[in-house]
């Protein structure tokens, strides 16, 4: 069983910036692919971002260009990095692992404010 933990949301102004990080419990080096997804009241969580074991990166329409996923396979972590952020971007963020196809794994999710 792996630990997914999520830090970096907050309240931000529309046009911020925010990191998000995901820390996990155990080694992602392994891991398929690994990733975020976002859930607005009312809406149905969707992907936002992921990056293969190889790095390979994909991203939402919605987000492309603004949005950049990385992982740091020696601290466990893995970072998503949003700019211009406007207020259809307010959402819990959940990060999500798959260390293989028939495994995954969810964190508890932050809360990302945007205001006008």
């Known amino acids: 069983q792996v630990q997914l933990v999520e830090s970096g949301g907050g309240s931000v102004q529309a046009g911020g910036s925010l990191r998000l990080a995901c820390s996990a419990s155990?080694?992602?080096?392994?891991?398929?692919?690994i990733g975020w997804y976002r859930q607005a009241p009312g809406r149905q969580r969707e992907l936002v971002a992921s990056i293969t074991k190889s790095g390979y990166t994909s991203y939402a329409d919605a987000v492309k260009a603004r949005i950049t996923i990385s992982r740091d396979n020696t601290k466990n972590t893995q970072y998503q990095q949003m700019t211009s952020l406007n207020a259809a971007d307010s959402a819990i963020y959940y990060c999500?692992?798959?260390?293989?196809?028939?495994?995954?794994?969810w964190g508890q999710g932050t809360q990302v404010t945007v205001s006008s």
């Open positions: 999500h692992a798959t260390p293989s196809d028939k495994i995954d794994y």
């Open positions: 155990g080694s992602i080096f392994s891991f398929n692919a």
